[in-house]
């Protein structure tokens, strides 16, 4: 798609708020939600906006996002300064509802948009990876793996990859399983972002 070549950032980001691509699958019309910046340190790679974030325009505007930035040790103000986070995820409008909860990420839009903007990212030392479509983009190897699995398996400290469960309250029950993820590992990875954007 031409629309995709030769994006400069942040001031080419007209022509993805402009995208349509997938307008016929979406219930509720296009709008991309995402954070960008290109001095950005911390890359958020996440599933879809949900039904609160193509309300407002803002990304994890929401329950998650109240979670996901305690996870992080980060207020507001930081987690929204897009010179310390980048948020792209792999479907940037809000999908629609399904069964069980919203519906995957529309996979024209990684196919479209994923690597042309990911290549400007190029400050990103640390990518947060939420969810399993996500995971199956970045980590391919990973993508059978159970989640526990991969989660436990990190070296929080030097990684490039971090994989988080999803913050969700339909997350919960997983939580509360797996407890060990927010008594020990949630402060490894909170130390590893202070260091981050300090630096």
């Known amino acids: 798609m031409p629309f995709a070549q030769g994006l400069s950032l942040p001031q080419d980001c007209l022509k993805l708020d402009a995208c349509n691509h997938c307008e016929a699958h979406l219930p509720l019309g296009p709008r991309p939600i995402y954070?960008?910046?290109?001095?950005?340190?911390i890359?958020?790679?996440s599933q879809a906006p949900g039904l609160a974030?193509?309300?407002s325009g803002i990304a994890f505007d929401d329950p998650s996002g109240v979670r996901l930035r305690a996870w992080m040790g980060l207020d507001e103000s930081e987690f929204y300064d897009a010179n310390n986070i980048a948020i792209l995820p792999m479907?940037?409008?809000?999908?629609?509802?399904?069964?069980?909860?919203?519906?995957?990420?529309?996979?024209?839009?990684?196919?479209?948009w994923r690597k042309p903007l990911m290549s400007q990212l190029s400050k990103v030392k640390l990518t947060l990876i939420i969810g399993r479509h996500a995971l199956k983009w970045h980590l391919p190897e990973h993508k059978h793996t159970p989640l526990q699995a991969v989660v436990q398996g990190q070296d929080f400290e030097n990684a490039r990859n971090i994989v988080?469960?999803?913050?969700?309250?339909r997350n919960n029950i997983w939580l509360a399983k797996n407890r060990w993820f927010e008594a020990e590992t949630v402060p490894m990875?909170?130390?590893?972002?202070?260091?981050?954007?300090?630096?």
């Open 53 to 55: 974030a193509h309300n």
């Open 35 to 41: 954070q960008l910046g290109p001095e950005a340190k």
């Open 189 to 199: 990875i909170q130390q590893r972002i202070k260091v981050l954007l300090r630096d």
């Open 43 to 45: 890359l958020i790679a």
């Open 91 to 112: 479907g940037l409008c809000y999908p629609g509802r399904g069964k069980s909860g919203d519906l995957p990420p529309r996979p024209e839009c990684a196919q479209i």
């Open 164 to 169: 988080l469960p999803h913050p969700s309250p």
